[in-house]
């Protein structure tokens, strides 16, 4: 069974800090890596996504990938209240298989 | 607008009474599918589709009918509804299977 974990929090960061969230994926040959924001009651929305090894970083945030230790994080800098919110991570074991699987979800709190 | 679509956003019936969740896209995208996101559980994929006439099941599909006779159109069929398929179901859709997807605004569904 293909998994993907994350903690489950919540992850309360001070505004202003930097929010790190973290991914482990147990399929050794997944390709493409992916995390979406969900704030309650909505529909997930794409934030990042990254194929290679090392930083993507895109504004305020950074996904790093590591695909020997099977981990990919992203990282919020300068938290804002806004960014409160659930945060998926998704892996896509690639192959002939057009599967995705999500991770359970961070929820994230960034207080004033 | 690029966007994804689903119809109806809320839906309560009752037991064995069929229902159809549709979903459109109007981005071009090749590919398709259908998650249901359980509180505890997560974001499950149902059903994908990687092209017109082309499906396979996902992760839960048991309970579920899907079809692609259009690029743009992939509804959810529900043959005999249970309890156990109250959900919030969401349509994604993306360009290949390895990339990014794009989702609906999610079906609530109470079955009774």
């Known amino acids: 069974q293909k998994e993907v974990e994350q903690n489950s929090g919540p992850l309360s960061v001070p505004e202003g800090a930097i929010a790190s969230l973290n991914c482990t994926y147990s399929?050794?040959?997944?390709?493409?890596f992916f995390w979406y924001r969900q704030y309650s009651g909505k529909s997930p929305e794409l934030i990042m996504f990254?194929?290679?090894?090392g930083d993507k970083e895109d504004g305020r945030f950074t996904a790093q990938l590591n695909k020997a230790s099977q981990y990919v994080s992203l990282l919020i800098r300068d938290s804002q209240p806004s960014d409160s919110a659930t945060y998926l991570c998704?892996?896509?074991?690639?192959?002939?298989?057009?599967?995705?699987?999500f991770g359970k979800g961070t929820k994230l709190s960034v207080k004033p | 607008e690029a966007q994804v679509t689903q119809n109806p956003r809320y839906l309560i019936t009752v037991t064995g009474k069929k229902l159809t969740v549709t979903c459109s896209q109007n981005?071009?995208?090749?590919?398709m599918s259908w998650y249901r996101q359980d509180p505890g559980l997560g974001l499950r994929q149902i059903y994908y589709?990687?092209?017109?006439?082309?499906?396979d099941k996902g992760d839960v599909p048991e309970g579920y009918k899907v079809s692609r006779k259009e690029k743009r159109n992939f509804p959810l069929i529900l043959e005999s509804p249970s309890p156990n398929q109250t959900s919030l179901y969401f349509c994604?859709?993306?360009?290949?299977?390895?990339?990014?997807?794009?989702f609906g605004p999610g079906t609530r569904l109470t079955v009774t």
């Open positions: 994604a859709s993306g360009w290949t299977s390895l990339g990014e997807q794009y």
């Open positions: 589709s990687m092209n017109v006439e082309v499906t």
């Open positions: 981005m071009n995208h090749e590919y």
């Open positions: 998704a892996v896509n074991p690639g192959g002939s298989q057009g599967n995705l699987i």
């Open positions: 399929d050794r040959g997944s390709q493409s």
């Open positions: 990254i194929y290679s090894n």
